[in-house]
């Protein structure tokens, strides 16, 4: 993108969790690139993250409240999620197993596919450009542990939900995620993969802050469209920090 073009107004919803802070930083300081704005639940979201008058206040499971937030808007990233709760009376030094839930309403099934489908769809009646999607690697296995946490089978909903954003028509972006961990970003080298192969090696990890990198690079690039792919990286002190956001996203050939 030339230095000259207008900035691109970029919403980022789940702003409020853990890799939507970070991308919603991200933005801001880049203000000459990027018009920012954020979709958190609650006030108290909205305040952790600045109070800012460009983070909006609404629930992605009711269509119409997250409409005021992408009118107007260039692109879209999506980083809500359905987070399972864990049951009080867990003793670690017992051994065994926390066991998890999730609270009334906010099962996979509405934040993961409804909710998204939701975002989808009101970004596409607005014309928006393009929509990265940031999902979790694994959703090839139904009997992956994470869909029988609170027996939410979340990764099938998230699926799902990436499969309707390829049919949507709208130029795409499918990240899925390995193990996120909150480190620093860009000082390691990013492994793009297909099909959960990534899951089979000893790197299946990837930084928050790369993360969120990636879905912001991904606005950048033409090569990135249409494009849905596994994200990993190699630890720390191997390989060369990745800096070339055009050649990562010119290696992934999959569309879904």
Not at 202 to 220: F, G, M, N, S
Request: proline share 4%.
């Amino acid at each position: 993108m030339a230095d000259s073009a207008a900035p691109q107004t970029v919403l980022v919803t789940g702003a409020g969790g853990r890799t939507g802070q970070i991308v919603y930083k991200k933005l801001k300081e880049r203000s000459g690139q990027y018009v920012a704005r954020g979709l958190v639940r609650t006030d108290e979201s909205k305040e952790k993250i600045g109070g800012a008058d460009d983070v909006y206040i609404g629930d992605i499971r009711d269509a119409g409240s997250v409409v005021p937030a992408i009118q107007g808007i260039d692109a879209l990233i999506i980083l809500t999620s359905a987070v399972p709760k864990m049951k009080p009376g867990f003793d670690p030094t017992k051994g065994g197993r926390p066991e998890f839930y999730f609270e009334d309403g906010a099962f996979p099934e509405q934040v993961d596919w409804v909710g998204q489908k939701n975002q989808i769809d009101a970004a596409k009646a607005a014309g928006v450009k393009q929509i990265v999607l940031v999902g979790s690697m694994g959703g090839t296995d139904l009997n992956h542990p994470l869909n029988s946490l609170g027996n939410g089978n979340i990764l099938v909903w998230k699926r799902k939900a990436e499969q309707y954003l390829a049919d949507s028509g709208v130029p795409y972006t499918i990240i899925r995620a390995g193990g996120l961990q909150d480190k620093e970003g860009g000082i390691r080298e990013l492994l793009v993969g297909k099909d959960d192969e990534l899951l089979k090696t000893e790197t299946r990890t990837i930084a928050r802050a790369d993360v969120a990198e990636v879905c912001i690079q991904a606005l950048q690039f033409e090569e990135a469209k249409f494009k849905a792919f596994d994200l990993a990286s190699k630890p720390e002190g191997t390989g060369t920090p990745t800096k070339d956001f055009k050649a990562l996203f010119s290696q992934i050939t999959t569309r879904f």
